[in-house]
């Protein structure tokens, strides 16, 4: 009973405990109050958690003078919960998937563990749920360091500002005047803009190599994952430029069976051409720059351009069946796939013609979040950071618990 006991005081300081109420658990201790109640939503807080890093990838390359660097490893963060107490009869709850959070451009892992303004990030979220979190630095970039002779370039404050924290002074694109979610005004000088992009790091310009490093390094992170713990699958929730990185993963057969959803936050995109801020092609292979299984196999689409052109939605990019076939994603088809939006961010403006191009393509489960339709107002593209990161967390948690 002392046993017991500890624990009851345990949880009341840790009240976030994760599973499904373990079944006639509390009919056994019929005059206690159940140990492992179901996972319900408090107010967040930060999560005691165990942490280790590795790099993994990369290989030795001779240098001028003929002696050895290291290139293309990445950084990785691997935060475990502590609060794996066992329910009733000792069990212990649910297993759960680990979360892979992919940072995007010119971001860093630092995205995913506090807010710019001090606030708990997602990863503690995840961990308050007994997530395990894995956070990668993406190659030649952060802690992923990236040869001298790299051409990096450099996001300035003020694109930070009009794309992301003050869009509503510019207004390069409708629903601007919805944001309300960045915390303060999102300029420089403002504390929390500045805390927020001093974080911010060089990148490498190419898409191509960017991808390729990345497909190396996260199906390596998902081997030495599923090594380590053999019954381990993995949820991928990437962000914006890591759109291409989290379906290139989900697409390797090295990782087949190991990736149990993806949620794909305003994920690079739409498919073959860029909107709002240029116009040029892209992402040659409908949702990357590099190789993605089609079948038929091949980068060659027959492709039509539908809907109106107007700045509220562009038109798509989509498969034309009256040329004959319409090429399916045979390596993802499987994987469950959610793509998020918010109701200010630029995505708005395109996002539903990738939804609806991976629906075209086969993936059999594929919902939209459109966060705004949920009661999730005025957000922008840097979501896991903004004063309602947290209900935006609560729609990605619901669907990954569900899965
Ligand atoms: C990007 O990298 C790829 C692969 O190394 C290369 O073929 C391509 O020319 C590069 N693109 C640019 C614009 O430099």
Do not use: A, L, Q
């Given at each position: 009973m002392v046993h017991s006991k500890f624990l009851l005081g345990f949880l009341s300081v840790f009240p976030i405990v994760a599973g499904k109420a373990i079944p006639d658990g509390a009919a056994n201790r019929a005059s206690e109050p159940p140990l492992q109640a179901p996972a319900t939503y408090t107010a967040p807080t930060f999560t005691p958690h165990t942490r280790r890093y590795f790099y993994i990838s990369g290989s030795y390359v001779t240098n001028s003078a003929g002696e050895h660097t290291y290139q293309d490893q990445h950084y990785v963060e691997h935060l475990s919960p502590v609060l794996t107490v066992p329910g009733p009869n000792n069990k212990h709850p649910p297993r759960r998937p680990y979360i892979l959070l992919l940072h995007g451009a010119a971001q860093t892992g630092t995205n995913w563990l506090s807010t710019p303004d001090g606030r708990p990030g997602w990863a503690d979220h995840f961990l308050s749920f007994q997530y395990p979190v894995l956070i990668p630095d993406a190659a030649h970039r952060g802690r992923s360091p990236y040869p001298p002779e790299s051409k990096m370039v450099a996001y300035s404050a003020e694109m930070i500002e009009d794309r992301f924290t003050a869009t509503n002074r510019k207004k390069l694109w409708p629903y601007t005047g919805l944001h309300t979610q960045w915390p303060g005004p999102g300029i420089m000088g403002d504390k929390v803009f500045d805390a927020y992009y001093r974080s911010t790091v060089p990148l490498e310009p190419n898409n191509t190599m960017q991808q390729t490093w990345m497909r190396e390094g996260l199906v390596a992170l998902v081997q030495k994952v599923v090594k380590e713990d053999p019954g381990a699958e993995v949820v991928v929730v990437g962000h914006s430029q890591a759109g291409s990185f989290g379906w290139l993963l989900a697409d390797?057969?090295?990782?087949?069976?190991?990736?149990k959803g993806y949620v794909a936050i305003e994920p690079s995109g739409p498919p073959f051409q860029n909107e709002v801020f240029a116009t040029d092609k892209a992402r040659k292979w409908g949702l990357a720059d590099i190789e993605i299984r089609w079948e038929p196999a091949g980068s060659d689409f027959n492709l039509m351009r539908v809907g109106k052109e107007t700045r509220e939605k562009t038109g798509c990019w989509m498969q034309d069946p009256s040329k004959g076939v319409v090429k399916q994603l045979v390596g993802l088809r499987d994987t469950p796939m959610m793509v998020v939006t918010s109701e200010s961010g630029y995505h708005r403006v395109y996002d539903y013609c990738t939804v609806n191009f991976l629906k075209q393509a086969g993936v059999k489960k594929v919902e939209f979040a459109e966060l705004w339709k949920r009661g999730v107002r005025g957000g922008g593209h840097m979501m896991m950071m903004e004063k309602n990161s947290y209900d935006v967390w609560k729609v990605i948690e619901k669907w990954i618990r569900e899965l």
């Open positions: 390797d057969k090295r990782v087949e069976g190991r990736i």
